[in-house]
């Protein structure tokens, strides 16, 4: 029998060879033509917002002027990143962006993880579902109105988180106006708003895990903790690495929106960052070459953090992104 099955393997092994050189891509190009003219479309759009705009690279090494064009602009090389570098706001846009972002990373990143494992615990579906939809709410709300939100209920004058703590005879609190506040208020803001949206692929993950595996905990006396532990964590891990890794690659970026949404000119001290200075050098200064150059450093920053994070998970045993 053993001989026979690696037979029957090696005559299927010979089969699939002589299908795959008698019927070619053009083969598949016509039997799946309506698959290949869908995918038209977003292959155009990945194309012309993807792939076109690296061309623009290029001004990081010209000293770019408008009237003299893309091409009739004067070469430099890295002279603008010798001045970038030499500017103070440079350093202190990277210093602001590895402080904001690491932290956020820190709490947004775990916090997702410990609400996904609390509602996979929960056995009422109801109750369940109508805490997801109200979770998963906040991630469609656009940062300007989340902004807006913001300084109405954690405004210093007219807030009314204030004016509730003012009427019970407590001191107004600067939540958005002072800067050390203004950069606890900023990780609140984005754990709330990240926190339930982060839940759904965890949530999948876990409905993967073997129902077995929980019933013979419960036989062997494990309690709702042990069973979270060594069984729901060690499941999940691989999508835990893979989203951590990920998410490494925008540690040195940031969102420009939520920062512009909460930013004031009473809290300064954190609000420079990569982001918020290449909307002030280019689309305000017009310094475009420095403004490329300044992303295109951020870019670099980002893709080495992802690869020397999928390279350690790799040494550590998990499969990683590449």
């Known amino acids: 029998m053993k001989g026979f099955s690696i037979s029957k393997h090696k005559n299927e092994t010979a089969l699939l060879g002589v299908r795959e050189k008698r019927y070619g891509p053009l083969y598949y190009l016509r039997r799946d033509w309506q698959l290949y003219v869908l995918l038209i479309l977003p292959l155009a759009l990945v194309l012309l917002f993807k792939y076109t705009p690296l061309a623009g690279l290029v001004l990081a090494f010209k000293d770019y002027k ?3 064009g893309f091409w009739g602009s004067e070469w430099v090389g890295m002279q603008v990143f010798q001045d970038l570098f030499a500017k103070p706001d440079f350093a202190r846009a990277v210093r602001n962006t590895l402080l ?7 709490f947004s990143f775990t916090v997702p993880i410990m609400l ?3 509602l996979h615990e929960v056995k009422n579906v109801m109750f369940k579902r109508v805490n997801q939809t109200l979770l998963y709410l906040p991630h469609f709300l656009s940062w300007v109105i989340i902004g807006a939100m913001a300084y109405q209920l954690l405004g210093e004058g007219n807030g009314m988180i204030n004016n509730i703590i003012s009427s019970l005879g407590g001191t107004r609190v600067p939540f958005l106006q002072e800067d050390t506040n203004w950069l606890i208020s900023y990780l609140a803001i984005g754990i709330w708003q990240s926190m339930g949206w982060g839940t759904i692929i965890y949530l999948a993950a876990m409905s993967s895990i073997n129902p077995e595996m929980y019933e013979a905990a419960t036989v062997d006396g494990a309690s709702r903790w042990r069973k979270m532990w060594n069984i729901t964590l060690p499941s999940i891990r691989p999508t835990i690495v893979t989203l951590l890794i990920m998410s490494l690659g925008g540690v040195m970026g940031g969102s420009f929106e939520r920062i512009y949404a909460l930013l004031n000119r009473a ?8 982001p918020v200075l290449v909307y002030r050098w280019g689309i305000e200064g017009g310094d ?6 300044l992303g295109l450093f951020q870019a670099l920053i ?14 550590l045993g998990e499969d990683g992104l590449l």
């Open 267 to 274: 809290t300064t001290e954190f609000t420079t960052t990569i």
């Open 302 to 315: 980002g893709l080495v953090l992802v690869l020397a994070a999928d390279r350690i998970a790799k040494k």
């Open 116 to 118: 996904a494992l609390l």
């Open 100 to 106: 904001l972002n690491i932290t956020d990373l820190i």
């Open 288 to 293: 475009i070459s420095r403004a490329t150059a």
């Open 66 to 68: 408008i009237a003299k």
